[in-house]
């Protein structure tokens, strides 16, 4: 059965959001990874395959170690998704910032 994710269920995890901050900054292997959590490696690997499959990360194979990169395309994509959602909360609390700075109360 091939199972396909949803890129928003894959980030809605907060490991899976761990993991993609430390991916972030540079190449690691699933044990490196692992390392960071007090999790069975094992569990690390599920958040690892599901990340995978959403393309949010990439594997490269270096000998005998895989080296999971991230994805920036596909982050870009899920950014680029997010940011309309982003700009209507900065407008509707830059208005209420307004209304509170004007309001003044009654002595």
């Known amino acids: 059965m091939n199972l396909r994710r949803d890129v928003f269920q894959a980030i809605a995890d907060p ?3 761990a993991i993609l901050l ?3 900054s540079q190449s690691l292997t699933a044990g490196a990874i692992a390392s960071n959590f007090d999790t069975a490696r094992p569990t690390i690997s599920k958040h690892l ?3 995978t499959e959403c393309e949010l990360l990439h594997q490269e194979q270096s000998g005998r170690e895989v080296h999971y ?9 899920v950014a680029d998704f997010i940011e309309p959602f982003r700009q209507m909360w900065d407008e509707r609390f830059n208005k209420l910032e307004a209304v509170m700075k004007a309001y003044k109360p009654k002595k």
Not at 69 to 77: G, L, Q, T, V
Request: aromatic share 0%; glycine share 0%.
């Open 22 to 24: 430390l991916v972030a």
């Open 15 to 17: 490991t899976r959001r």
């Open 69 to 77: 990169h991230i994805n920036a395309k596909k982050m870009k994509e």
């Open 49 to 51: 395959q599901i990340l």
